[in-house]
């Protein structure tokens, strides 16, 4: 079994280190980890440390730190705009997404999204993601964490896109399967998925400046289960899995 990972601010040098905090009690009262196992520190931004536990104490762990490294960007960097699903799936895709190697989430408010964040409800919303990808981070023992960034509107959407070196919109009516699509060897690829009742006719109008909208096949997906289908496509394309 792969060393567990647990987060923090700064990667440590080799040497004596405390591990306390939320982190620290995870690892002490709920992993109960024993002297002598082993773990990795993560700082999510590609820094990664291999740490012995030397004593564990309530709430804490004194560990060994046995070396350090800081693992290359990657790249390309995948991004999956995703529009506002209902429920709980929208924190469903997230997990998934941050478990098959999405970069950066951008969630997106589509006309036809039937949920919509206002407020501090919607702030609270973005938080569940947010934590969701920290932690689905941690389970697939990431050195990077999955970014959940601001809502965008469509024409905030459209501006961020064009900052990626390829954009691909999933759409049911295409004809351009996901699997023939030549892929950017660097830069960042954007996945975006449109809502229950797909996107619009206006929308789909605004992101033809990227090129023709692709298909992941016959079948239509549900908006949380078509990003984690498509991203697991694009790891395979790139000879990451």
Do not use: C
């Amino acid at each position: 079994m792969s060393d567990p990972v647990f987060l923090v601010d700064a990667l440590p040098a080799p040497g004596d280190y405390v591990l306390d905090g939320p982190e620290g009690h995870h690892a002490a009262d709920v992993q109960r980890l024993q002297p002598g196992e082993t773990l990795l520190l993560a700082d999510g931004s590609g820094g990664v440390a291999a740490a012995r536990v030397a004593h564990a104490e309530r709430g804490l762990l004194r560990l060994d730190v046995l070396d350090n490294r800081t693992l290359p960007d990657p790249d390309p960097k995948l991004t999956v705009v995703q529009a506002l699903p209902k429920g709980d799936r929208g924190e469903r895709a997230v997990q998934m997404l941050t478990e098959i190697g999405v970069d950066e989430v951008i969630p997106w408010a589509a006309s036809r999204s039937i949920v919509q964040w206002k407020g501090p409800r919607g702030d609270k919303a973005r938080a569940k993601w947010d934590a969701t990808a920290r932690e689905a981070s941690k389970q697939a023992r990431r050195a990077h964490l999955a970014h959940v960034a601001e809502l965008h509107t469509t024409k905030q959407l459209v501006q961020r896109l064009r900052t990626a070196a390829q954009v691909l919109v999933l759409h049911e009516e295409a004809t351009l399967p996901l699997s023939q699509v030549p892929l950017s060897t660097s830069g960042e690829i954007a996945l975006v998925i449109g809502p229950e009742g797909s996107i619009s006719p206006d929308e789909l109008a605004s992101l033809s400046e990227f090129g023709e909208p692709v298909r992941l096949g016959d079948t239509v997906l549900r908006t949380s289960t078509a990003g984690p289908a498509a991203l697991a496509v694009l790891q395979a394309r790139l000879g990451r899995w």
